[in-house]
Nanobody
Framework: QVQLVESGGGLVQAGGSLRLSCAAS????????MGWFRQTPGKERELLLA????????YAGYSVKGRFTISRDNAKNMVYLQMNSLKPEDTAVYYC??????????????????WGQGTQVTVSS
């Protein structure tokens, strides 16, 4: 079965950096668009960044543009989220997702097929 396993979350001070990783298995990784979402209590899950199958195109949401980047390694079945200049409002559970539909062009309308279990990121002020 498809598994997406996030790692790298934790506690970081405001202004710091963190890199999340997502290991994918049970799917032909290079055939899937990938994305990173986050969710805070009482709010909807928000798409932050997405990347195309080849890695040649990306989408970045307004709230993280210029601070966060997404990348993937199709040889390792991995997708990464590099987070810089972290703010307390970035505190959330971060989820990795995979989908067949065009994440980059759909942006916030993208509905993935598979989700990871999430990893907590806490940014202290």
């Amino acid at each position: 079965q498809v598994q997406l396993v996030e790692s790298g979350g934790g506690l970081v001070q405001a202004g710091g950096s963190l890199r999340l990783s997502c290991a994918a298995s049970g799917l032909t990784f290079s055939s899937y668009n990938m994305g990173w979402f986050r969710q805070t209590p009482g709010k909807e899950r928000e798409l932050l960044l997405a990347i195309s199958r080849s890695g040649g195109s990306t989408y970045a949401g307004y709230s993280v543009k210029g601070r966060f980047t997404i990348s993937r390694d199709n040889a390792k079945n991995m997708v990464y989220l590099q987070m810089n200049s972290l703010k307390p409002e970035d505190t959330a559970v971060y989820y990795c997702a995979a989908g067949n539909t065009a994440a980059v062009s759909m942006g916030r309308q993208w509905a993935p097929d598979y989700w990871g279990q999430g990893t907590q990121v806490t940014v202290s002020s």
